[in-house]
C-alpha cells in the first residue's frame, strides 16, 4: 500500500525540488501510520503485577520486530507477530519491590517505574462497588485519614460500552496509590477489602475497579456466554447497530430537554425578576406548611411532579455568624438547587446522592437566615428521604432542620417516562471495560451487584453461574475465586411474612455460592439502610470479603469467614428443626434477644410468623398456630429489620428457605 502511494505521486512530480518537497509530505502523511511501540493501558508506571504466577506483558509495534523486556536483570524476547501485537511471558515472581521494567523494540524505549509484585483482584458490578470513599467520607474520616499506603493501588476502568467487539485496550487510565486525596476516588468496599488483606500479610493489594452504576449482570457477560439466554443475545445483536443507538439517544435527549426546557418556562418561582422565590423574605402568605422529611403526596395529594419549592427560616446565634458550614439535606427525590440568603449553594441532578453543601464563609448572619430548596420530581413520590439527617453543621453546634417548612409548587408537569440506558445493554460493558483487561494476570474476583435484577430474581442463579465460568474460562488462570456480596437489606420492613423479590435473588446468589467452587459470599443482611439503596456501611462489607479471600486465596483453610448457612431440615411433630454448616464457635441470638424473623407454615402454604430458638448446633422452629409444619423461612423479606441469627464469630446467617414454592 505504502509503496502504491510513492508510485502514484512520483508520477506527477516533473522536478527534483518539487519531488524533495513532495516526498516530505508522503513521509508526513505515511510516518503515523507506521505502529509505535505501545503498551495496554494497564502496564503502566506503578502497576501492581500478580505474585506467584507467569505474567503477561503485551503491547504492540510493527510487525516482525523484535520485542527484548528487561525485568529485574533477566531479559525475555519476542517478534511482533503479523497483526502487530506482541506478548510475552514472565516466569512466576515473588512479592516485592519497587522495580523498573524496561521495553524495548528495534526503534524505541519504554521505562516503566515503581512496579510492584502482589495480588491484584478484579473488582467490578453496580454502584455499591462503584460507590466511592467520597461517598461515605461521613462515617470513615478516620480510616481516610490514615489511608497513606504506597502499597494498596487502584486503577479505574473508564466507564464505556462497545456492543460490536470485544476492545484490545483501555481509553484512558492509571495506578494510583492510596493516600488521604486519592482514596476519595477508591471504590469503598474494594479499599477496606484491600486494605484488610494488606494489614495481615504485607503484601502489595492492587485493585482493578471496572464497575458502573445501574448496571445488570448481562452488560458484563460476553456474547458467547449469552447464547444459552436467547433474549439477551438477540438484543445484543440488535445494539450492534450504531443507528439504533443514535435514534435511541437523539429521542431521549429530545424528550427529557423538551420536559426540563417546559418546567423551567412554566416555573412561576421564576416569572418574576424582581422577586424569584429563592430570594429571602418574599410574601409567602400563599404558601402551605409541611414537616419534613417526607413527600409531599402524602400530604398534599394536589401537589402533581414538576418542580416544588421549600423554604425555612433559621436562626443563628452571633457565635456563629460567619462561620463556614455544612448544610446536610439527607436524600431528596429526585433532584434539587439550593440556596441560602439568596445566594446558590449547591444543586443535585438525581436521587441518590446525599446532599451535603458547603456554606461559604460570611454567608450565615446573626439572626434570621432562610434556607430555599427546589425540587423537582419526575415522576412518582417527590420529597424528602425519611430517617436521613437534615441539619446546619457549624463547627461542633448542629442546627436541626426537621420539622415545618412552606412549601409551594412552582410548575405541574406530566411524569417523565425513564431513560433507555444504552450502556446497561447486554454484552457492552463486557467488551469495553472487561475484555482489555483479560490478559492481565490477577489473584481474583470481587463482585457486588444484583440491584439491577431484582425484577427477574430467579433467573439471576443461572447468569451469576455462567458469568463466573466465562470469566474463569476468559482468564485462562484455572478456577480463580471469586467473592461476591449478598444483597443487604432494604425497604420498608413488613408486619406479616410475604413474598420477596430481593430474597430471592439473594437465593440465587446462596444457590450460586453452593454450587460454583472456589466462590465466597459476603452475608450483608444487617449492613443496609431501609431508605437507601446504597448503604454506607462499606468497611464491614470489605472485610468480609477479605474473610473469604484469606481461606480461598491465602489458604487458611480453618477461617471462620461466614455465617450459619442452612443445610437440612426436620419435622418432629409440630416443629421443625433446622441444621446448619458455617456455625463456627456456635451459633448465638444477636443482642440476647429472642430469634425473630422466622416464619412457618403447613402444606397450604401460608406463612406465620413463628417461635425459634437455638438449641445447640440447631434450631428449633414452631408456632402454635401450625400444626403440621412443612416448611421455614428465614429473613426473608426485601428488609428483614430484625434478622438476629448469627455465629459467636459475630457473622449473620445467610436468609434461606427451606421450600421451592
Not at 477508591?186 to 445501574?214: C, Q
Not at 445493554?425 to 481474583?444: C, D, E, F, H, S
Request: net charge neutral; charged share 25%; aromatic share 12%.
Amino acid at each position: 500500500m505504502i509503496k502504491n502511494i510513492f508510485l502514484r505521486i512520483e508520477s506527477r512530480i516533473v522536478s527534483k525540488s518539487k519531488r524533495y518537497r513532495m516526498l516530505i509530505v508522503v513521509f508526513a502523511i505515511v510516518m503515523p501510520l507506521c505502529a509505535q511501540l505501545r503498551l495496554p493501558k494497564l502496564v503502566s508506571d506503578g502497576m501492581i503485577l500478580q505474585r506467584d504466577t507467569e505474567l503477561t506483558i503485551w503491547g504492540w509495534a510493527d510487525q516482525n520486530e523484535n520485542i527484548t523486556i528487561d525485568f529485574k536483570g533477566k531479559s525475555y524476547h519476542t517478534v511482533v507477530d503479523s497483526s502487530g501485537e506482541w506478548k510475552l511471558m514472565l516466569p512466576e515472581q515473588k512479592a516485592g519491590g519497587p522495580y523498573e521494567m524496561r521495553i524495548r523494540s528495534e526503534k524505541e524505549e519504554i521505562t516503566l517505574h515503581d512496579i510492584l509484585i502482589g495480588d491484584v483482584w478484579f473488582a467490578s458490578g453496580q454502584s455499591n462497588m462503584e460507590l466511592p470513599m467520597r461517598r461515605v467520607s461521613p462515617i470513615y474520616e478516620n480510616e481516610i485519614k490514615t489511608s497513606e499506603c504506597a502499597f494498596i493501588r487502584q486503577f479505574c476502568v473508564p466507564q464505556r460500552y462497545n456492543f460490536k467487539y470485544p476492545e484490545k485496550d483501555l481509553e484512558k487510565g492509571s495506578w494510583i496509590s492510596a493516600n488521604p486525596q486519592t482514596v476519595l476516588d477508591f471504590s469503598a468496599v474494594a479499599y477496606f477489602f484491600a486494605r484488610e488483606l494488606y494489614e495481615k500479610y504485607e503484601v502489595p493489594v492492587g485493585i482493578i475497579n471496572a464497575s458502573l452504576g445501574g448496571s445488570p449482570i448481562r452488560a458484563w457477560m460476553s456474547e458467547e456466554a449469552l447464547k444459552e439466554f436467547p433474549s439477551y443475545y438477540s438484543e445484543a445483536q440488535q445494539f450492534k447497530n450504531d443507528e439504533l443507538i443514535q435514534e435511541i439517544e437523539k429521542k431521549d435527549n429530545e424528550r427529557i430537554t423538551e420536559w426540563y426546557n417546559i418546567l423551567r418556562k412554566k416555573d412561576r418561582g421564576y416569572q418574576s425578576e424582581q422577586s424569584p422565590w429563592y430570594l429571602p423574605n418574599i410574601d409567602t402568605s400563599d404558601w402551605l406548611t409541611m414537616t419534613i422529611p417526607g413527600y409531599w403526596s402524602d400530604t398534599y395529594p394536589d401537589i402533581q411532579n414538576g418542580s416544588v419549592w421549600f423554604r425555612k427560616r433559621v436562626e443563628i446565634p452571633s457565635h456563629l455568624a460567619g462561620k463556614p458550614a455544612k448544610l446536610i439535606l439527607g436524600r431528596i427525590i429526585d433532584a434539587d438547587s439550593v440556596y441560602l440568603n439568596g445566594v446558590f449553594v449547591g444543586t443535585t441532578g438525581y436521587q441518590y446522592p446525599p446532599r451535603r453543601y458547603d456554606i461559604p464563609p460570611n454567608l450565615l448572619q446573626k439572626g434570621e437566615n432562610e434556607i430555599v430548596v427546589r425540587v423537582i420530581s419526575n415522576a412518582g413520590k417527590g420529597g424528602f428521604v425519611p430517617d436521613k439527617l437534615y441539619a446546619l453543621i457549624i463547627d461542633n453546634d448542629t442546627i436541626d432542620l426537621t420539622g415545618e417548612w412552606k412549601i409551594k409548587q412552582g410548575a405541574e408537569m406530566p411524569p417523565l417516562p425513564g431513560q433507555t440506558f444504552v450502556r446497561w445493554k447486554p454484552t457492552g460493558l463486557y467488551n469495553a471495560m472487561v475484555a482489555p483487561v483479560i490478559p492481565y494476570r490477577i489473584q481474583g474476583f470481587l463482585w457486588y451487584q444484583g440491584e439491577s435484577n431484582t425484577d427477574k430474581p430467579y433467573e439471576y442463579r443461572f447468569l451469576l453461574e455462567k458469568l463466573i465460568g466465562s470469566w474463569r474460562n476468559e482468564w485462562q488462570q484455572g478456577d480463580l475465586p471469586f467473592l461476591f456480596v449478598q444483597l443487604p437489606n432494604y425497604g420498608l420492613p413488613v408486619s406479616e411474612p410475604t413474598e420477596s423479590n430481593w430474597a430471592i435473588l439473594r437465593e440465587s446468589q446462596l444457590v450460586t455460592f453452593k454450587k460454583v467452587p472456589l466462590t465466597g459470599m459476603a452475608v450483608t443482611i444487617d449492613l443496609g439502610e431501609w431508605n437507601d439503596i446504597h448503604p454506607l456501611r462499606k468497611k464491614e462489607v470489605g472485610e468480609r470479603l477479605a474473610l473469604w479471600a484469606q481461606k480461598i486465596a491465602h489458604g487458611e483453610k480453618n477461617r471462620v469467614c461466614s455465617g450459619p448457612i442452612y443445610d437440612s431440615m426436620e419435622v418432629k411433630g409440630n416443629v421443625i428443626w433446622l441444621k446448619f454448616k458455617e456455625i463456627g464457635s456456635g451459633l448465638i441470638a444477636k443482642r440476647n434477644l429472642p430469634l425473630k424473623e422466622f416464619a412457618i407454615a403447613g402444606s397450604d402454604k401460608k406463612f406465620v410468623w413463628a417461635e425459634a430458638e437455638i438449641m445447640g448446633d440447631r434450631v428449633k422452629v414452631w408456632s402454635e398456630k401450625i400444626a403440621e409444619p412443612a416448611a421455614v423461612r428465614y429473613a426473608w423479606a426485601d428488609n428483614p429489620a430484625n434478622a438476629n441469627l448469627y455465629n459467636k464469630e459475630g457473622l449473620p446467617a445467610s436468609p434461606f428457605r427451606t421450600d421451592n414454592w
